[in-house]
């Protein structure tokens, strides 16, 4: 299992797009992904799920992978969320 | 053919049949006449319901229906993706992943598994999700429970087979649609219908119902009460968007009346549409031009098709508005690339943003002020927050190798301060080191105090475009959003002329003058502003075809003469 720390950037928070944007990245891996916030963990490849973190700007959230592809989830989702969500 | 009924005179019959006069919220479009047909029902998700396909096997059946699902969302997302409109496409992404959303499906299959209908399961898990996400703090995530809870009565309207599309396309002669509120999905379903007209009792102009009704062209009525109570089955209704109003449950004699009204309206939008193509000049030859002002991607193509000579007037601020956060360089290069392809060649003014006045924006730490619209606003800010300009001014720079673009600031008060800005964008352009041409850089005079530093400005200014809602606004000390204060300048409003008239005799013969307020569009300020010499006017895409035809109707010499006689102007 792997775990990175990070932080929400996005100015609405985890809303629709960005969680979709998530869920479609998670999806292309085999492992368990997980988001980890505010004593919930949901997971990664479900937009609604995301949804209900209610995740905010400036929220910190642990992304947790665990699989045979786990370092390859963490690394990809961690690139997708630090430079695909608009900021 | 022998009528079946020898009619008595019109206001005895419309006393026997209830005709109804309802006033609402003007939406889109302009006249109509057709049968009224009611949709009345509820929108609540309800945890019971016919389900035909309770009998089959449950899995295969949410399979077939995920199918229907996605093929059904992704032809919407395609259907407003082509008109244009991508951020209510976004929408329809939404519902798609929602039905392949994997948590969703476990729920679902739980409901399943525990003997409920596929009808009931989907309520439930849909309520799950829905009740998690009403119980969060921020405003904005709540309301997405409204967007599952759609997302399931679309699907359940799937399984029952009652597909909106079909109610809509089963309609046979021409329909006033009348319902409390239709969803984003279902005005989609409208396109290329029997539906001619919109009524609704609920709907707020800015939905995304709204923008795609003012997309299809069909005359919409919003916030009419009782509409639905008020009206009978079947019975025709008139409906006239451009005085907002509707007429319910006609008598059958008064339908040649409307149906004359209607052919008059339509010849005379035929006669308007047909002068778009032409040169626009006045009697006496002289050429003027009619612009577009456009505040979303939308309206440049609808400006476009309404035969703008170009875009008189881009407001940047919905940029910073509806994403709550600051887009970056990229994104608003991507954006006004998109602004000058879909102008095709055609000048676009680019006004950089106009931020501060009356909103709140807390994404950009703006504090509130006592009094917003004499505050740090416009210019003002830009000019204290280079992080927020430059990579504004630096997205229109590289976006004008797609077509010739004029950047224009808000709220400039002084040449001073016009000289300031003017070097920074010169700075920013040479700093760019780009090959295609460079843009045109002017001013908004909005700004009583400019009108007396005209000279000055339009001598290093390619162009000045006159804000006559400000300018008005800040000339006469009259709040233009105040309730008891509107059209404070009257029908007359010989002040702002006599002002304009003086500070434009010295503007430099180089310096391009236009007019992007309201007052650029009404047919009686018309002239006066093209006797002025005001020979570029620009407004919004709807108001264009009326004032080219106040434009061929009119004679400089005789408006001059008019002005003078009427304001003493000139």
Same mark, same amino acid.
């Given at each position: ?11 609405? $928070? %985890?809303?629709?797009?960005? &969680? ?10 085999? *492992?368990? @992904? ?19 973190? $209610? %995740?905010?700007?400036?929220? &910190? ?10 370092? *390859?989830? @963490? ?13 | ?570």
């Amino acid at each position: 299992m792997i775990e990175v720390q990070l932080e929400l950037k996005n100015g609405d $928070g %985890l809303h629709a797009r960005p &969680a979709g944007i998530i869920a479609k990245a998670a999806s292309q891996f085999q *492992a368990k @992904v997980e988001v980890s916030a505010k004593g919930q963990s949901k997971n990664a490849k479900s937009v609604m799920s995301l949804l209900t973190l $209610g %995740l905010e700007r400036g929220d &910190a959230f642990a992304l947790r992978a665990d699989g045979p592809d786990e370092e *390859a989830a @963490v690394n990809h989702l961690k690139s997708v969320i630090e430079s695909q969500l608009e900021v | 053919m022998i009528p079946d009924v020898i009619s008595p005179p019109s206001s005895a019959m419309a006393q026997a049949t209830g005709e109804v006069h309802l006033k609402g919220l003007r939406i889109s479009g302009l006249r109509a006449l057709g049968e009224l047909h009611l949709l009345k029902r509820d929108r609540a998700l309800t945890a019971s319901g016919p389900d035909p396909l309770s009998e089959v096997d449950l899995h295969l059946s949410w399979h077939d229906l995920k199918v229907k699902g996605l093929r059904l969302f992704h032809s919407k997302k395609d259907l407003l993706e082509k008109r244009g409109l991508n951020k209510e496409a976004q929408l329809f992404d939404t519902y798609a992943m929602m039905t392949a959303d994997p948590d969703f499906e476990d729920v679902l299959q739980k409901h399943l598994t525990n003997h409920d209908t596929l009808f009931v399961a989907l309520t439930k898990a849909a309520d799950e999700f829905a009740s998690q996400l009403r119980a969060l703090d921020n405003v904005y995530l709540r309301e997405r429970a409204k967007d599952v809870e759609d997302f399931a009565l679309e699907m359940q309207r799937l399984l029952q087979g009652q597909s909106f599309a079909d109610e809509i396309h089963s309609l046979a002669g021409p329909t006033v649609l009348v319902a409390r509120d239709i969803t984003a999905s279902e005005v989609l379903d409208l396109a290329d219908s029997a539906v001619k007209a919109v009524i609704l009792e609920q709907g707020t102009k800015t939905s995304h119902v709204a923008i795609f009704l003012k997309s299809l062209n069909i005359p919409a009525l919003f916030q009419v009460p009782q509409a639905l109570k008020k009206s009978q089955p079947r019975a025709l209704a008139f409906v006239d968007a451009t005085t907002a109003e509707v007429i319910l449950n006609l008598a059958a004699s008064e339908v040649p009346r409307f149906e004359a009204r209607i052919r008059e309206s339509e010849k005379r939008q035929e006669h308007l549409r047909s002068l778009r193509d032409h040169r626009l000049t006045t009697i006496d030859g002289q050429i003027v031009n009619i612009w577009g002002n456009a505040g979303q991607l939308p309206d440049v193509t609808q400006a476009l098709e309404h035969g703008a000579a170009g875009i008189g007037l881009f407001r940047t601020e919905f940029l910073f508005l509806e994403q709550n956060s600051v887009p970056s360089e990229d994104e608003q290069y991507g954006i006004y690339r998109e602004i000058l392809k879909r102008a095709q060649g055609k000048p676009v003014s680019m006004r950089t943003m106009d931020i501060g006045g009356d909103k709140e924006w807390k994404h950009l730490n703006i504090e509130k002020e006592m009094n917003p619209f004499l505050g740090v606003r416009g210019l003002r800010l830009s000019l204290r927050r280079p992080d927020l300009f430059l990579p504004q001014l630096r997205a229109m720079m590289r976006a004008a190798e797609f077509g010739p673009v004029q950047i224009m600031v808000p709220m400039v008060s002084m040449a001073s301060e016009w000289e300031t800005t003017r070097r920074l964008m010169e700075e920013t352009w040479v700093s760019l080191n780009l090959p295609w041409a460079k843009p045109q850089f002017g001013l908004m005079l909005e700004v009583p105090s400019l009108l007396f530093e005209l000279p000055e400005v339009s001598a290093t200014a390619d162009f000045i475009s006159i804000g006559s809602n400000d300018l008005t606004q800040y000339l006469y000390a009259a709040d233009r959003n105040h309730r008891d204060l509107q059209d404070f300048a009257g029908d007359q409003p010989r002040a702002f002329y006599r002002a304009l008239a003086i500070a434009l005799r010295g503007v430099s013969s180089n310096c391009k003058v236009s007019i992007c307020g309201e007052m650029a569009s009404r047919p009686l300020e018309i002239p006066r502003l093209v006797a002025l010499g005001i020979y570029n006017l620009s407004m919004s895409p709807g108001q264009m075809d009326e004032a080219r035809e106040v434009v061929l109707q009119m004679s400089v010499a005789e408006a001059k003469t008019q002005l003078r006689a009427e304001l003493g102007v000139i």
